[in-house]
C-alpha cells in the first residue's frame, strides 16, 4: 500500500472545501433546508474528528457520538463501486446533496486507505479553527499556517507571564 504521500490532493480539498465553507448554503447551490441542516451535523461530527487528528480538547464521548452519527448517516449517502478496465472508483448512488455527502465521506474513505486521513486537521490556533492538510513528515502539524502557530505560542508565552 501508498504510504502517507503527504500531499494535497481531490480528495483531502474536497473534504476541505466542506469543512471550510463559509456557508453551506452557498456550498450547496440550490439545497432545501433540510438538507443544509443535514450537511451542518454531517460538517460538526466531521470536524469532531479532525479535532482529534491535531489534539485538541473535546468532551468526553464526542468522537464516540461523531462516529456513531457518521456511521448512522452514511446508509442514506450509499455510494456504488463503478469498476472499469483502467479506472475504478465509488460513486454516489444519488444525486443532489445526498449525492455531494456521499463524495465528502467517500473522499474521506480514500483519504484513509493512503494513510491520510489523521492528517486532516483543525487548526488548534483558538481565533482560527481552520481545516487543514498537515504535510509535516510526522504527522506532528497542529497549525494551519506559520502565523497561526507563532500567535499560538505567543498567547502560550503571555499566559504563562501571567501565571508566574
Ligand atoms: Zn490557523
Known amino acids: 500500500m501508498e504510504n502517507c504521500p503527504p500531499v494535497v490532493c481531490e480528495a483531502s480539498d474536497l473534504v476541505l472545501s466542506f469543512v471550510n465553507a463559509e456557508s453551506l448554503d452557498e456550498w450547496l447551490p440550490g439545497a432545501a433546508p433540510s438538507d443544509v441542516a443535514a450537511a451542518t451535523e454531517l460538517r460538526d461530527s ?5 479535532r482529534e ?6 468532551d468526553e464521548g464526542a468522537v464516540a ?8 448517516v452514511a ?6 463501486a463503478v469498476v472499469g478496465a483502467d479506472a475504478c ?3 454516489p448512488v444519488h444525486g443532489g446533496p445526498f449525492g455531494t455527502f456521499a463524495r465528502v465521506l467517500g473522499a ?7 494513510g491520510a486521513w489523521p492528517r486532516t486537521k483543525v487548526c488548534k490556533n483558538d481565533t482560527c479553527h481552520t481545516g487543514f492538510f498537515d504535510k509535516t513528515r510526522n504527522t506532528s502539524g497542529l497549525y494551519c499556517s506559520p502565523a497561526c502557530s507563532s500567535q499560538a505560542s505567543m498567547r502560550a508565552y503571555r499566559n504563562r507571564r501571567k501565571a508566574a
Open 46 to 50: 466531521l470536524v469532531v474528528l479532525l
Open 53 to 58: 487528528h491535531s489534539g485538541c480538547a473535546l
Open 65 to 72: 457520538a461523531a462516529e456513531g452519527h457518521l456511521r448512522q
Open 75 to 80: 446508509t442514506r449517502y450509499p455510494l456504488v
Open 89 to 91: 472508483g465509488l460513486e
Open 108 to 114: 474521506v474513505t480514500d483519504l484513509a486507505y493512503r
